[in-house]
């Protein structure tokens, strides 16, 4: 054996061990490294008033804006599955709408609402001109508070 | 000793070993000046060209998102620095396999040389990231798995840079720079498969080898454009610095020739 060769198998052996103790070390941490939980795993994290953040689409139908007597927005965060309610006292992110996805930090009340703290907004991976949502919404590919949209270029195309 | 018995005319004793093998063909520091000189121009040409064609196109001319409005043009920058920022580590890293298995004298000098360019795009990337999310999310900065392993990355980058020059032998910056960079490859992974393991606020990519891109054709082509101009800027930009850092080589070889001599 080289030297070469010698020092190429010790670099393959080491990088080897260090992905192995790399993936274990995520798979561990692996509750801990999402960003948030959805609605339906809520129950099992957030209990005893623990900050948690709750991530889903914003409920068609479910938002009640806050009026003179209250500014608190509140609103239902779904993931199709489950749905948990969530009052919000401060500026929505301007992307805040029916159907979005948003990301709320706070903690769930023992009477089942979430209180939110913060409200940040979390855009998808589409991006297409207004025309191009026009035209997709006229056509009924597409109804934006139902979800993200269908994959441009195939609507485009068809 | 069987080198000097076959070559006794060509090889003299203080010849640099490069030119033996196929793979050291290319290490020839000459040889590179003398390549490296015909394509620079051009590269350089090609890059600018590239560049301001893909900027221009997508900060001014492209069409604006249907959700975002003009912010969403700050991905055209945005996005070709981020492949950059994990491109150019993933070229570091072959340089530094190079350097430490094969002592290639080129892959020491190019290591070096590609750090900070490196460093340069990765902090591009999370500033104009940064920039996108105050209007978008809400906030500047999240402690999410995407954002979190870029960070990651631009320490990892920033380590390199001190650590190669933080010794007075150079050789064994060289060693310790590559050891550094090659533990760093399994961040690299992490950044790209983070938006799908976990859920992130970061949005999950948008153009995949396996589907069509979820980018409207004209904003599609533009991004492409402008990430081929980055990519070749940063091949013109760490050429240009490998050549100047090969010729401060030699320059320093040649005084120190002298000062012994005298």
């Given at each position: ?158 | ?27 020839n520091p000459g040889r590179f000046l003398r390549l490296s000189g015909a ?224």
């Open positions: 054996m080289t030297r070469k060769s010698r020092r190429l198998t010790i670099v393959a052996v080491c990088g080897l061990c260090l992905s192995a103790a790399a993936g274990l070390v995520l798979t561990a941490f692996n509750d801990n490294l999402v960003f948030f939980v959805s609605p339906s795993d809520i129950g099992k994290t957030a209990g005893n008033g623990r900050t948690v953040r709750l991530g889903g689409l914003v409920e068609p139908g479910s938002v009640t804006r806050g009026d003179k007597t209250s500014a608190a927005t509140s609103f239902r965060i779904t993931d199709g599955a489950n749905s948990v309610p969530v009052t919000y006292n401060g500026i929505l992110p301007d992307l805040f709408r029916e159907g979005q996805g948003i990301v709320a930090l706070g903690a769930l009340r023992p009477d089942g609402t979430f209180q939110a703290s913060e409200v940040l907004a979390k855009h998808d991976e589409t991006y297409m001109p207004k025309e191009v949502a026009e035209a997709l919404k006229k056509s009924g590919q597409w109804k934006p508070e139902s979800g993200a949209p269908p994959p441009v270029n195939k609507a485009r195309g068809g | 000793m069987t080198r000097m018995d076959t070559h006794p005319i060509e090889a003299p004793a203080t010849a640099p070993s490069a030119g033996g093998t196929s793979l050291h063909r290319f290490a394509v620079l121009p051009w590269l350089t040409a090609a890059a600018v060209a590239l560049t301001v064609a893909g900027l221009g196109w997508g900060l001014l001319l492209a069409p604006t998102d249907w959700q975002q409005g003009d912010a969403a043009r700050i991905m055209y920058v945005h996005v070709p620095s981020a492949w950059l920022a994990s491109a150019g580590y993933f070229s570091l890293a072959l340089a530094s396999l190079f350097s430490l298995v094969w002592r290639h004298p080129l892959a020491d000098l190019a290591a070096v040389e590609i750090g900070p360019v490196g460093a340069g795009f990765t902090a591009l990337c999370l500033a104009t990231g940064s920039l996108w999310g105050k209007p978008m999310w809400g906030a500047w900065w999240v402690w999410d798995a995407r954002l979190t392993s870029v960070l990651v990355l631009l320490f990892l980058y920033l380590g390199h840079i001190v650590l190669v020059r933080a010794f007075d032998d150079p050789v064994r910056g060289y060693r310790s720079g590559a050891v550094l960079a090659l533990i760093g490859v399994v961040n690299l992974p992490i950044i790209k498969f983070s938006v799908e393991w976990w859920n992130t606020l970061h949005q999950p990519a948008s153009i995949k080898f396996t589907e069509a891109p979820s980018i409207a054709p004209g904003m599609l082509w533009p991004l492409l454009i402008a990430a081929i101009g980055f990519s070749l800027s940063f091949a013109a930009i760490v050429t240009a610095r490998l050549r100047a850092a090969v010729m401060e080589r030699r320059i320093r070889g040649l005084l120190l020739a002298r000062a012994v001599s005298r």
